[in-house]
């Protein structure tokens, strides 16, 4: 297997310094001259392996796109033939590591920077209709007699448990805060009011490409 390129390696070292900085304090808190800091390269490089603060966000939304569709491939992976609410549940409320708070905390930095850098909003537009879609197939496994706008509804509910989850996280441990997501998505599962059943194929073959 060949070596990555020079610029592709300090790209990616860039980036993840602008992530780690972005999960701390948003996009618009994140300076140059804090990446830099955090990257341990000078400016000047920054600019020539990523661009400009535009190109930056860029390529940022970019890779966590891409992330975000083999995370979803695990996911679904992961899930079994049966009781797939239970395996969402502990797939999402389960994970206390920095990584995953900081993966929604990033998510939710490019959301809140749609306005501000238009070019990245039908990109995480749709990123947020892809993940609520993919949690709509996993739930009909379970439950295929609800209406898909329950369905849809419930899944969208539970998205929006998740990253409040993480970004409540600073008021007290993570840990109570995924218990007490737990049982709030829990709850909303449970509202479909129908029994789980044998799904009749695999929860990955329902969607062809997730995100």
Not at 79 to 92: G, I, R
Not at 113 to 118: E, S, T
Not at 147 to 176: C, H, K, M, P, Y
Not at 179 to 184: E, Q
Request: aromatic share 8%; with cysteine.
């Amino acid at each position: 297997m060949a070596r990555p390129s020079v610029k592709a390696e300090r790209t990616e070292e860039i980036l993840d310094a602008f992530e780690r900085c972005v999960a701390r304090l948003g996009i618009e808190g994140t300076t140059l001259e804090r990446i830099a800091e955090e990257s341990g390269l000078r400016r000047s490089l920054l600019r020539y392996h990523v661009g400009n603060r535009d190109k930056m966000v860029q390529a940022l939304a970019d890779r966590y796109i891409k992330n975000s569709r083999e995370e979803a491939r695990k996911f679904l992976a992961a899930m079994p033939s049966s009781n797939t609410s239970l395996a969402l549940l502990d797939y999402f409320f389960t994970d206390t590591s920095e990584e995953e708070r900081r993966r929604v905390l990033v998510a939710q930095a490019l959301v809140s920077g749609v306005d501000l850098y238009p070019a990245i909003k039908e990109q995480m537009t749709q990123w947020h209709r892809n993940f609520v879609l993919v949690l709509c197939q996993v739930i009909r496994v379970d439950y295929p007699e609800a209406s898909d706008t329950d369905r849809s509804e419930v899944a969208w509910g539970i998205v929006s448990l998740l990253f409040n989850v993480q970004l409540l996280a600073a008021l007290s441990s993570n840990e109570e805060f995924l218990n007490d997501g737990r049982r709030a998505a829990d709850r909303l599962l449970t509202s479909l009011a129908c029994e789980p059943v044998q799904a009749s194929q695999p929860v990955e073959e329902l969607v062809e490409e997730p995100f």
